[in-house]
């Protein structure tokens, strides 16, 4: 059995956990590749040893059977730009803060090692927007995928931005907001949640199409199915106007098309049975927290 380790930070706190967790895969003489970077950072503020280690140009491939991150759902969401179409599961262990993605406690790592090896898990596969054109954008080092979304926003101006939007070549409407937010299932639990937008299951094969701000009083998140092709084309008082897909971000020029669409593969999260998606969102929404219930 192969794993994969990725980190963006050392979490001090947490710091026996990792080494916890990298002890159990040494125990169960699981082969590890750990990032380089992160396996720098760990060897200078633990007693780690070496590793194999893995870039986003070499080192990964299909044969690995589980890729665990260690952060919180950003870190998660730049994981997904190492294993891309490989189909390596992916799992998270929570450092952070929120955990909608990552929901594996640190306090958890020895139980998320055995119960994989044993096969107490699902597979839950996570669709995938992606952003087509023509040219290179070097921001995104070709990797033009999102799990969560991609979103349109305004740049050098506190004015709002017209988004003019189709679906599949039909004139939907112009949003006069601060930006677009074309979120995936999994992403409906995130910006496009704090915009009003709503929780869509994973499973869901749909999109959300959530206005910033918009000054359009009337408009409201839309779902649609997600073989839909959308396009959009800002303008502005600026030139220039914001793409980001998840953390990563690009500057475009105004008036230029943006062709958005699902991505032709998945993203596979493993799922234990005691953390489904309802338990999840319960507690992390704080559903039920009225005392009547």
């Given at each position: 059995?192969?794993v994969?380790?990725?980190g963006?930070?050392?979490?001090?706190?947490?710091?026996s956990?990792?080494?916890?967790?990298?002890?159990?895969l040494?125990?169960n003489q699981?082969q590890?590749?750990?990032?380089?970077s992160?396996?720098?950072?760990?060897?200078d503020?633990?007693n780690?040893?070496?590793?194999?280690?893995?870039?986003?140009?070499?080192?990964?491939?299909?044969?690995f059977?589980?890729?665990?991150s260690?952060?919180?759902d950003?870190?998660i969401l730049?994981?997904v730009?190492y294993?891309g179409?490989?189909?390596?599961?992916?799992v998270?262990?929570?450092t952070?803060?929120?955990?909608?993605?990552?929901?594996?406690?640190?306090n958890?790592?020895k139980?998320?090692v055995?119960?994989f090896?044993?096969?107490?898990?699902?597979?839950?596969e996570?669709?995938l927007v992606e952003?087509?054109?023509?040219f290179?954008?070097p921001?995104?080092?070709?990797?033009y995928y999102?799990?969560n979304?991609?979103?349109?926003?305004r740049?050098?101006t506190?004015?709002?931005?017209?988004?003019?939007?189709h679906?599949?070549?039909?004139?939907?409407?112009s949003?006069w907001?601060?930006?677009?937010i074309i979120a995936?299932p999994?992403?409906?639990?995130g910006?496009?949640?704090?915009?009003g937008?709503?929780?869509?299951m994973?499973s869901v094969?749909?999109?959300?199409?959530?206005?910033?701000a918009?000054h359009n009083?009337?408009?409201?998140?839309?779902?649609?199915?997600?073989?839909?092709?959308?396009?959009?084309k800002?303008?502005?008082?600026?030139?220039?106007?914001?793409v980001?897909?998840d953390?990563?971000?690009?500057?475009?020029?105004s008036?230029?098309e943006?062709?958005?669409?699902?991505?032709?593969?998945?993203?596979?999260m493993?799922?234990?049975?005691?953390?489904?998606?309802?338990?999840?969102?319960?507690n992390?929404?704080?559903?039920?927290?009225?005392?009547?219930?």
């Open positions: 059995m192969k994969a380790i990725y963006q930070q050392y979490p001090q706190e947490a710091g956990y990792i080494m916890e967790l990298l002890h159990e040494d125990k699981i590890i590749a750990v990032e380089h992160f396996l720098e950072t760990l060897q503020n633990e780690c040893k070496e590793y194999a280690v893995y870039t986003h140009s070499e080192g990964l491939d299909a044969t059977d589980l890729f665990i260690i952060g919180g950003g870190t730049r994981a730009t294993i179409d490989l189909g390596i599961p992916i998270g262990v929570n952070g803060r929120l955990g909608f993605l990552s929901i594996i406690k640190r958890e790592v139980d998320l055995r119960e090896i044993s096969g107490n898990y699902t597979l839950v996570r669709s952003l087509r054109t023509d290179d954008i921001e995104f080092e070709g990797r999102a799990l979304e991609v979103t349109v926003s740049k050098d506190t004015s709002m931005i017209t988004v003019e939007t679906l599949d070549d039909e004139y939907l409407t949003y907001s601060d930006g677009l995936t999994t992403g409906s639990t910006y496009s949640l704090s915009c937008g709503p929780v869509l994973p094969r749909s999109l959300v199409i959530t206005p910033i918009p009083l009337n408009a409201r998140p839309l779902v649609i199915s997600d073989d839909t092709q959308i396009r959009l800002v303008s502005g008082r600026e030139d220039f106007h914001l980001s897909l953390s990563r971000v690009a500057t475009f020029k008036g230029q943006i062709l958005i669409a699902k991505a032709n593969f998945v993203i596979k493993v799922a234990f049975p005691k953390k489904s998606f309802f338990k999840t969102i319960r992390k929404l704080l559903w039920g927290q009225d005392r009547r219930n």
